[in-house]
Nanobody, 126 residues
Framework: QVQLVESGGGLVQAGDSLRLSCAASGRTFSGYTMGWFRQAPGQEREFVAAISWSEGSTYYADSVKGRFTISRDNAKNTVYLQMNSLKPEDTALYYC???????????????????WGQGTQVTVSS
């Protein structure tokens, strides 16, 4: 049974940093793309960042480029999202997800992800 378990969310002030973790288990994710999405109340789920498990290629939404960094630790089967210079508009429930697709135009779309974590809340106060 595939499990994605996020952790690391919390309440921080604008300008602070947080690191989210996503522990993956239940299958081999080699060849998969791991993504981070977020959803604020009343908003659609939006793409944040993604990384190809095998090659380590990374992709970012324009809104987080230069502030967020996605990485993975193959030995620990864990994906990370380092979030720096946080803004109030980054406040959302952050989800980790996995997809077998690799094309950027496809991996930006949350509907193409087969596996999801339960989410971790990030709240940034001004």
């Amino acid at each position: 049974q595939v499990q994605l378990v996020e952790s690391g969310g919390g309440l921080v002030q604008a300008g602070d940093s947080l690191r989210l973790s996503c522990a993956a288990s239940g299958r081999t994710f080699s060849g998969y793309t791991m993504g981070w999405f977020r959803q604020a109340p009343g908003q659609e789920r939006e793409f944040v960042a993604a990384i190809s498990w095998s090659e380590g290629s990374t992709y970012y939404a324009d809104s987080v480029k230069g502030r967020f960094t996605i990485s993975r630790d193959n030995a620990k089967n864990t994906v990370y999202l380092q979030m720096n210079s946080l803004k109030p508009e980054d406040t959302a429930l952050y989800y980790c997800a996995a997809t077998s697709f690799r094309v950027y135009g496809v991996i930006k779309d949350w509907t193409n992800y087969a596996y999801w974590g339960q989410g971790t809340q990030v709240t940034v106060s001004s």
